[in-house]
């Protein structure tokens, strides 16, 4: 009877798996068919040179804007049903939105200081990679507020309204402004704002700061923020240094092929990640524990399986995307598909992986392995760029997701009471 029960159980939690994943795979669609398109697009239109500087600059601002909203957005995902069901969530709320504007006041003159002042970019450039930051950083947390409570139908227009204006509104404008980034970071600030007036139907307003929440909040996220922080320096790093090492045209051409083999495992894999990680959580407070290691292991099978089809169908369409993207570089870009592709599903399997760590609070762990894994990739891109060009940087990618892997399998292992799924 108990087995039967357990079965039960299971299966009602893969059932709700099902149905969540599905929508974010809805949710998922237009945003990421307009950026793969939009990667396309601007690469025709703007050129490698100009994309690149647009894609070093939005790194920045959206790697700043991780580590100012990272801490807070862990911290929402893991206790949103706890407060919800203690009757402590307005307390939680004010404290998050009073933090979240702190924190994006930091992360705004850290970026100007250690970012911006090295690189070649105009005033309007510079302020407007600046005025991502605190937007972005808002709706990070507000997407969190709404992800937690398993309603994830309610971000489809506000992630559908921001992937269109990042797209469209720099097609407008090139109609009167010049082919410029500024016109591409106009485009992200709008589409962030736009998304974020969406979602402020579900909003989290500033207020008096509870400093026991604060604690909890502090506690919980800053492994997490950092963790965050990190995974996010990974994406930006390797053609931050390509601009600095070769030039912008060749950050151009890295940038536009890692962000189409992102964007595209983004719409066959985060649907798993996005749809099991709140209701792990909430499975994990209500106490039920194996059930929860149950689904984990499920949805892992699942990752594995889409990351494998993933990398073949990339691999099977190479030529065509590196005719599109780099045209007459495509040779020289022949090599970068399949490492950026191997990296992108060996790390998205390693996001499942560590729920092992994070659902038992061990995140500090994560945050070490992570540390070392981005220590080994930056050491790598600036060993292998100078000697091979853009393709060393991708390898990098393999380096940085593999070495990820291996820590937080060796970290479950060394850890007390942390297990593999």
């Known amino acids: 009877m108990e087995q039967d029960q357990q079965s039960a159980l299971a299966e009602s939690a893969r059932t709700t798996f099902h149905?969540?994943?599905?929508?974010?795979?809805?949710?998922?669609?237009?945003?990421?068919?307009?950026?793969v398109?939009?990667?396309?697009?601007?690469?025709?239109?703007?050129?490698?040179?100009?994309?690149?500087?647009?894609?070093?600059?939005?790194?920045?601002?959206?790697?700043?804007?991780?580590?100012?909203?990272?801490?807070?957005?862990q911290s929402i995902l893991r206790f949103q049903a706890q407060w919800e069901r203690d009757g402590s969530g307005a307390r939680f709320a004010a404290t998050v939105g009073t933090s979240l504007l702190a924190a994006s006041a930091v992360a705004i003159i850290a970026a100007y200081i250690i970012a911006l002042t090295s690189l070649?970019?105009?005033?309007?450039?510079?302020?407007?990679?600046?005025?991502?930051?605190?937007?972005a950083a808002a709706y990070q947390v507000t997407f969190a507020t709404v992800q937690a409570r398993?309603?994830?139908?309610?971000?489809?227009?506000?992630?559908?309204?921001?992937?269109?204006?990042?797209?469209?509104?720099?097609?407008i404008l090139l109609l009167w402004l010049p082919h410029t980034p500024a016109i591409l970071l106009l485009g992200v600030v709008f589409g962030y704002g736009a998304g974020l007036l969406v979602l402020f139907r579900w909003r989290l307003r500033p207020g008096n700061t509870d400093r026991?929440?604060?604690?909890?909040?502090?506690?919980?996220?800053?492994?997490?923020?950092?963790?965050?922080?990190?995974?996010?320096?990974?994406?930006?790093?390797?053609?931050?240094?390509?601009?600095?090492?070769l030039d912008f045209a060749a950050a151009g051409s890295y940038a536009s092929v890692f962000d189409l083999t992102r964007k595209g495992f983004l719409l066959a894999l985060s649907p798993v990640t996005l749809a099991v990680h709140p209701m792990l959580t909430r499975l994990w407070t209500e106490e039920r524990r194996a059930e929860a290691m149950n689904l984990l292991r499920y949805a892992l099978r699942w990752q594995i399986a889409l990351s494998a089809v993933g990398v073949?169908?990339?691999?099977?369409?190479?030529?065509?995307l590196m005719a599109s993207l780099l045209g007459k570089g495509a040779a020289a870009g022949a090599g970068l598909l399949l490492p950026l592709a191997m990296g992108s599903a060996i790390w998205s399997i390693s996001l499942l992986l560590h729920k092992t760590l994070e659902l038992r609070n061990r995140t500090r762990l994560m945050l070490w392995s992570l540390m070392g894994a981005s220590a080994l990739n930056i050491a790598f891109d600036i060993v292998a760029i100078p000697r091979v060009g853009i393709t060393g940087a991708a390898w990098g990618t393999v380096v940085g997701s593999t070495a990820y892997m291996i820590f937080v399998i060796l970290a479950a292992r060394a850890a007390r009471g942390a297990s593999l799924p």
């Open 37 to 73: 398109a939009s990667v396309f697009i601007f690469i025709r239109v703007f050129g490698h040179a100009v994309y690149g500087q647009y894609a070093v600059a939005l790194g920045i601002s959206l790697t700043a804007a991780t580590y100012a909203a990272g801490w807070l957005v």
């Open 120 to 135: 070649e970019i105009s005033f309007a450039g510079a302020a407007l990679t600046l005025a991502v930051i605190p937007l």
């Open 19 to 35: 149905a969540h994943a599905a929508t974010y795979v809805v949710i998922n669609l237009l945003p990421a068919v307009l950026g």
């Open 212 to 245: 026991e929440a604060l604690t909890v909040l502090w506690n919980f996220g800053w492994p997490l923020g950092l963790w965050l922080g990190f995974s996010q320096l990974l994406a930006v790093v390797d053609r931050y240094l390509i601009a600095h090492m």
């Open 312 to 320: 073949i169908g990339l691999i099977a369409i190479e030529p065509y």
């Open 150 to 171: 398993l309603e994830p139908r309610r971000v489809l227009i506000a992630e559908s309204v921001k992937a269109a204006a990042l797209v469209g509104l720099p097609l």
